[in-house]
């Protein structure tokens, strides 16, 4: 990075306090900072030298933070950020300066939403951070949910920022060694922590419990140490019990090991445990507490926390024995393997990174920035999660949000869900909106823009050097193209955001104002570096003609099997007929799961058969021809195969939790 970018103040304050889920949090983004460069503009508190050894990591000493010296402690590391010159900061644990912008990391809202004394030196190190900090990172959207009602300003910035995970599934050797180093001979139930609190282990000993004569036959692995009560050791019988603080090295073979994961927590903001089972091929068995959907996608055994709490352990006990069962196990294990896939370390510390440059550069300083992002002096503005894109003065897009509240809003939270580093193609990608959109969402993906019309393309190109600007680590391939099955001719009409192709026949030669179409197996096979990634999603918008754009993609679909989103709007019957040829066809190439939506926005329908699409499309199509009264223009339909079932399972849900639809 160049000198004059801002330099960063990270306080280490954490490490003095131990090693678990926090520090390795932080552990993994200072390496990836390091990896990525962004480390050069850092320097980290080092507080008593407890930092971890890490090779090029800019750390300054200073002494232990005590609460009984809170306010000595913020002027101490309020002149640190004057003498190093320090644009942003951030704490590990809940320290501030006395007035240098500060992003907090929020991992969970435990102590306020439990009931918790809020009195304690702890917890009033953190309501006084709540109150100083100048933007909020959050590791989910439950947990951002629970912040912003316990904000005095809940319209501060909130960027979600979710944990990753690193580990794979260990190989049977080792697997075979870390059980002998343990003692583990028996087959064993794994418990993340053995507290007595939210976390409530008690209820896995209950459950435990009512497996009778057969509790013998296991062994119980508690990691995160601490003692467990003498109503656990009576109700374990027979089997034999590990409690222990694993290493890091210890940790994939334990999971890999393990019959399941049981996590029967009351409340998460997050739940890296379960994370890390679910990438180390470990079935997992946990609550539907807060975030844990979230994280656990469809690939846990859950139990409802709605379940009357006389009756959860014996649901429990139920799941305990399930789980053993051979295709429910290979089930949680295969979805679990492509849930943990959408998370990594690298796009938490991308994410982080940004959050921390936002505050560096106020949005106080705006308007002349704003200015100088209009491509012409009549543009709209439009802003995208703080990113200012430039739209023409006749665009109905705002307006469209504006009076829609759903509108557009499913991709970015569908892009939150796709695996980083994989790459998403957007067939009719406009001024670059949705690309926008979908970058702020998940700044790991990349993306492959297609516009056929001169005037949005060059917009797109305008707005993807303020994306590329905002996101450098993003890889963005720009390719004006009509997209079709080879040989057709078209020419483009419409406005105020949208621009519909009238297809003509082949001719020689292509005249002026007519666009050849290209498949977009030829345009991924051109374009320099998109071939390289795993495509995750095709997204179509072409009004009217989305059949015909993934008809040209029959490789990409074969090799890829991608989540495909697209617009079904039909205006005659031959269109109306091409859609379902289009529905029938993918149903062939193994698509089996398709929602729709509206043209607003709100989810229609889960279906499983092409058939029920099929009367959608006619219920709409009846209503064109004889022009009746109505609200629903068109349907958006994202298509799965069983792959990418889980996926898009788990988008749909965190859409409509986010827009309480559900």
Known sequence: MPATAPRFLIDG???????????????????????????????????QRTLPALPGLQTVDAPAFNYEHAEADRHMLQSLCDQLGIAAFASTYYTQPLHTPTLLLVHDMIPEVLGWDLNEPMWRQKQQALQHATAFAVVSDHTARDLRRHLASPDLPVAKIPNGCDLRPASPEAVIAFRQRHGLVRPYFMLSGSRDDYKNAALFFDAFARLGDARSQYGILCTGGGEIAARAREQIGGATLHVGILSDEDMAPAYSGAIALVYPSLYEGFGLPVLEAMACACPVVCTDAASLPEVGGDAPLYLPLATPEADRPTALAKHLQAVQQASVRQQAVARGLQQAQRFSWRATAHGLAEALSAIAHPSA????????????????LLDVEGL??????????PRYQREHPLYDRFLPELARHLAPDSLVIDVGANCGDTVAAMCRAQPALHHLCVE?????YRYLEHNARKLQQAHPGVQLYLVQALVGQAGQHATLAGGGGSKHATLHASSQGTPANQ???????????????????VISL???DVDGHDHDVLASATGLIARHGPLLYFECQATTERQLAQYKACIDTLAVHGYTDFWLF????????????PMLVHQVFDYIWRQTRSRATRTMYYVDILAATPA???????????YLAAYELA
């Open 13 to 47: 304050v954490f490490f003095q306090i131990g090693r678990s889920g926090i520090a390795k949090v932080w552990t993994q983004v200072f390496a990836q900072w390091l990896a990525s460069g962004f480390a050069h503009n850092v320097v980290v508190v080092n507080r």
């Open 365 to 380: 300083h705006v308007p002349a920035v704003q200015q100088a992002s209009r491509l012409h002096p009549e543009d709209q």
């Open 598 to 609: 509206d043209n607003y926005g709100n989810l229609l329908l889960e279906a499983t058969a």
């Open 452 to 456: 056929p019309d001169e005037g949005f």
């Open 644 to 654: 990418r079932r889980p996926t898009a399972r788990a988008a749909v849900t965190a």
């Open 388 to 397: 200012h894109i430039a739209l023409p003065a006749d665009h109905l897009l």
């Open 515 to 533: 666009l050849a179409t290209e498949s977009l197996d030829d345009i991924v096979a051109r374009s320099a570096g998109s071939t390289e990634r």
């Open 538 to 540: 095709i997204k179509s």
